[in-house]
């Protein structure tokens, strides 16, 4: 089983910047059995969506259209962290962000296994 813990969510106004911070906790074996983790997000009354993407091995990374050149999503292996940080954050950025991570690859919700409980975000404009 692996466990996943958001920090970093709060407020800010438009313009400004957040990073948040997702945790892994569980044996090794689990974690990185993982392919790797990723970033959605919700609204009320929105399906969760897609945010960014990175893998525990290699360089691969990915984002949504709404978040590129604004977003970096980076990892830290030893710390078993991933990391989303969110510049030129703009109202409709706001939402509760979800950290997931799959063990099959893939960035689709149906790609993960499992979920962290989420952190919100509000940005004011």
């Known amino acids: 089983q692996v466990q996943l813990a958001e920090s970093g969510g709060g407020s800010v106004q438009a313009g400004g910047s957040l990073r948040l911070s997702c945790a892994a906790s569980?044996?090794?074996?689990?974690?990185?059995?993982?392919?790797?983790m990723g970033w959605f997000r919700q609204t009320p009354g929105k399906e969760r969506e897609f945010v960014a993407h990175i893998t525990w091995i290699g360089v691969s990374t990915a984002y949504a259209d709404s978040v590129k050149g604004r977003f970096t999503i980076s990892r830290d292996n030893p710390k078993r962290t991933v990391y989303l940080q969110m510049n030129n954050l703009k109202p409709e950025d706001t939402a509760v962000y979800y950290c997931?991570?799959?063990?099959?690859?893939?960035?689709?919700?149906?790609?993960?296994?499992?979920w962290g409980k989420g952190t919100l975000v509000t940005v004011s404009s």
């Open positions: 997931a991570a799959g063990r099959r690859g893939g960035v689709t919700i149906a790609d993960m296994d499992y």
């Open positions: 569980g044996t090794t074996f689990s974690v990185f059995s993982t392919n790797g």
